[in-house]
């Protein structure tokens, strides 16, 4: 089957979001690419794009979270778009409700987390860096 890897641009606080995300699930990044590391006379690259992250991905599950520094000639990212979400399934409602304690620190919840009867939970929120996320666990 084929795995969905999301891929979340940032204003140049890419490294930022990123060390939350590892605090938040754990491991350790599979890959980090500064700008300064594809830097050549075909591709100059200014000292204050240098150090600004190119690819970055954490591992997560089976999948990996992976997101970039949007470099400044090419505009700003709109870090309160709306039309995308990155979904969490979790494997039970411990992690959840784990999951949602952390992520959504410091943001702003527009459902927040709910278990019912049925044993199961959802919640939709935007975290401190404005990256918005679903998380659900469904027993069945």
């Known amino acids: 089957m084929a795995l969905i890897n999301p891929h979340v641009n940032f204003n ?3 490294e930022e979001a990123f060390n ?13 690419i500064r700008f300064k590391d594809f830097s050549s006379p075909e591709f100059p690259v200014s000292e204050k794009e240098a150090n600004k992250i190119m690819h970055i ?3 997560i599950g089976n999948n990996f979270l992976i997101g970039n520094d949007v470099p ?8 309160n778009e709306n039309r995308s979400k990155i979904s969490i399934s979790a494997e039970s409602i411990d992690e959840a409700i784990r999951l949602y304690d952390k992520l959504s620190e410091g943001g702003n919840i527009e459902i927040p987390v709910a278990d019912n009867p049925e044993e199961s939970c959802f919640a939709m929120f935007r975290d ?3 990256i918005e996320w679903m998380i659900n666990f469904d027993k069945n």
């Open 12 to 14: 140049g606080n890419a």
């Open 57 to 59: 991905a954490l591992p």
């Open 128 to 130: 401190k860096f404005g």
């Open 72 to 79: 400044e000639f090419m505009g700003l990212t709109n870090e």
């Open 20 to 32: 939350f995300y590892k605090s938040v699930f754990g491991g350790e990044f599979a890959k980090i």
